[in-house]
């Protein structure tokens, strides 16, 4: 990640923190799929109370995952992508770096087993 900074590396570690737990996993699948609701709407969904759906949220807040607003008596809540597009892109960095090394590695092992061989042709 230093290339992107370390504030890029602090996103991708509240993220990681922050899907580690199933609720709020599910959580961000329902604003997903709703576009956005309620802290009350989202607990009728899942077999965890209001207040902990709450604490859930408040959670994904700080991660940059969700954001919510007030609107009346009511703060509805919403998906903000910017945090977890920052975590894609870190993984799919990530995944390509692999991808590069074991490419390397099949071409080494290959190399070894030709050299090995003795019936193989130079």
Not at 15 to 43: F, H, K, S, Y
Not at 84 to 97: G, H, P, Q, V
Not at 99 to 114: Q, S, T, Y
Request: charged share 25%.
């Amino acid at each position: 990640m230093t290339e992107e900074g370390s504030g890029a590396a602090d996103v991708v570690d509240s993220v990681i923190g922050a899907l580690a737990d199933p609720t709020r996993r599910r959580l961000l699948d329902l604003l997903a799929a709703q576009g956005e609701a309620t802290a009350t709407t989202l607990a009728e969904r899942l077999p965890v109370s209001r207040q902990a759906v709450v604490k859930h949220l408040a959670v994904l807040d700080a991660a940059g995952l969700v954001s919510g607003a007030r609107v009346g008596r009511e703060v509805r809540y919403a998906v903000r992508p910017a945090a977890l597009d920052t975590t894609a892109r870190w993984m799919a960095s990530l995944a390509t770096e692999w991808g590069r090394r074991l490419a390397h590695i099949k071409r080494v092992a290959e190399a070894a087993e030709r050299d090995a061989d003795p019936t193989h042709p130079d």
